[in-house]
């Protein structure tokens, strides 16, 4: 039975018919037996009743003329009857008068006794039967008769029935057998491809796959019909989800699109006021210019002065402007990626700087830098912006560090680069790269608010990020990564 | 009492007189109770025409002229045969044995014997003898010795005319049956 937790429906159907079939039959031929056995002890002693009453009628004479011979030679009739094995007829006073013995010379051993209220008696033994009755002539008892039977007709008849019941098993369980396996047909096979469709089912992930449905109306076909509803219903859903999200794809890339749409005519818009700008700042400092020049040396010390404040505004608002057409052109300018020694790029910025820093003493501390993919002239100009941002904001310090290097963080590449000048408090480090944002006032530090917007926008093109790290007067660090090529 | 019981006490005792005591006496007694039993016996396996009819009248057996059984028949008859008293009647003139149902005639009757068998002729009355030639000569049941043991002869052809059945229990038991 162990065996059969893992045997297959087919397997199982076939253990189950054999088994069925077999205990119905050997219940229903158990029954049988025993219903045989008992109705032919019953016949067998209504037979030997009837043989001994017909002796006893026709010895009837023989008791009263008193001749044995003539009693004995109407037994000698039972050697018709071979299970017979012997008969003994007694007078009324039980005294033996004629005997019969099939097996001559055997005695006979039977004690001719009807008990108490019986006209007759019968008695199964070992292996014989007695049966014994009176002789009645006339309503009046002339004397007894007793018969003695083997059980060879039983026996035989127990044999013939236990080869029967045999033969019956063994064909009836060949016939299980046979039905069984054409039942694989109906149930085990279409139960197998089910199992075999669910596997691939599930291992594909392809919904579109189907069981053949039965025609019958079984409840394997009602289970293979649910199976496929269900994957129907799989599909149908899967469909709706990809559709959906095809939907909400399509209108994020039409927002996009618009979006793009509306940031480039902001840009064109942008530049060309910028650029337009330009002509009248250019004249306002040009004529501001000449005024000083040609009457200067007649103005008021005020007026001079306030002259001067028109000529800071207009450099100011030039510088501005010059800045944000920089800008507007990186936005413009897509990035063209080539292998860079940035360490090249770096050393190259200091050098520049060093000749503005006012022979201030400046600690440059270089590690090691890799070669990344970067177009250089956009990387030239974010080295720039944050080292020149470095020795802005370290003016007023002692003892100025800058420093330059990378580490690897989540197998990425981080550039930083880190002063101890001013700093700045860590809550608006998000504000540092907005354009115009600016967290020191222009009288401590002057500078237009565009440089870091600029710079975050070569970043994000270059697919990198960039964030700071701050504390007011203890330095700023600022972080970048520059994506996958 | 049964009779068979007295029956086999009288032939051991017979046996042991035979035996003994004087032969010939004790033979006969011996010889008539049997067939005195023997009487009583037919009756039992014998029908009579009309028998269903006068069943209240009671069954005779009646012997005819001299008497050898003594009381040996008197003990013989005294049971009924199918609700019929059964009777042992003394006759002296063979006409007077038309109301007997069986007719034993003695040895004493031999002469007389052709007379009286032309009278009873299909007159149901079952005739027995012992004398010899009976059942040839017409009697019905006839009583022979075959050693010692008493057994008798029948002539169907006769009972038959007669209306009498005689059962077959009775024939097979019989030394010889003439049926014509």
Redesign the interface.
Known sequence: MIRLKNASISSRLTWMNMIVSGVALLLACTAFLIYDRVSVRESMTRNLAAQAEIIGT?S???L????AR?AESTMSALKGSPQITGAVIY???KKAFAAYSRDHGVALDIVPEIPEGQTETHVFENDRLIVGRPIL??GKTAGFVFIQSDLSELNDRLKRYAGIVVAILAVSLLAAYAISFISKRAISQPASELAEVARIVSRDKNYSLRATPLRSKTELAELIDAFNDMLAEIQSRDAELEQGRAELEKRVEMRTSELAAVNKELEAFSYSVSHDLRAPIRHIDGFSMLLNQKYGSKMEPNALQYLNRIRDSAKHMGQLIDDLLGMARINRQEAVRRRVEISDLVAETIRSLQHDSDGRQIEWRTGELPQVECDPNLMRIVLTNLLNNAVKYTRNCEKTVIETGCLVQDHETVFFIRDNGAGFEQEYAHKLFGVFQRLHRPEDFEGTGVGLATVQRIIQKHGGRIWAEGKVNEGATFFFTLGAA | VNRFTVLRIFTIGVLMQMLTGPGLSARQASEYQVKAAYLYNFAKFAEWPGSLTNRSAPLAICVLGKDPFGPALDIAVTEDIRGRKVVARRISKFQEGQDCSVLFIPMSEERRLGEILKGLERIPVLTVSDIPEFSRRGGMIQFVFEGNKIRFEVNLASSQSAGIMLSSELLKLASTVRRS
């Open positions: 026709n009837v004479s023989a009263d003329f008193d001749d003539s007078t009324k006073e002539f006339q």
